[in-house]
């Protein structure tokens, strides 16, 4: 089976503490850009491009909460879900990438529309 039905695992749920994200080398996701494991405040998980379109800064290092990620530069607002911009400075969209949640373990489907 090929990664692209399987997905790829790149964490433990645990390892993504709530409010919070990590960042997932693009050596491992075979993506353009690392890839940001954002971590809702209910518990869900999302994945968006890590590097903000505004300015060169991780969103992994960001606020997680209500369906949002702050970037921790200049507080560029993404929603989880698709990558949107939700608040300024930032104009250009993030990439989402979907990702599934297994027996606690986190999978992600680069490119993969969420």
Do not use: Y
Not at 89 to 108: I, Q, S, W, Y
């Amino acid at each position: 089976m090929s990664a692209m039905t399987t997905g790829i695992r790149v964490a433990a749920l645990d390892d993504i503490p709530e409010g919070e994200g990590i960042a997932v080398d693009k050596a491992v996701t075979g993506t353009a850009d690392n890839i940001a494991l954002l971590r809702d405040d209910d518990g869900s998980v999302w994945a968006l491009d890590d590097t903000c379109t505004h300015a060169d800064a991780s969103l992994a290092e960001g606020w997680v909460e209500n369906g949002q990620v702050e970037c921790p530069l200049h507080s560029s607002k993404f929603c989880l879900k698709t990558g949107a911009v939700d608040g300024l400075p930032a104009t250009k969209d993030a990439c989402p990438h979907r990702v599934e949640v297994h027996d606690g373990d986190v999978f992600l489907f680069p490119n993969g529309a969420p």
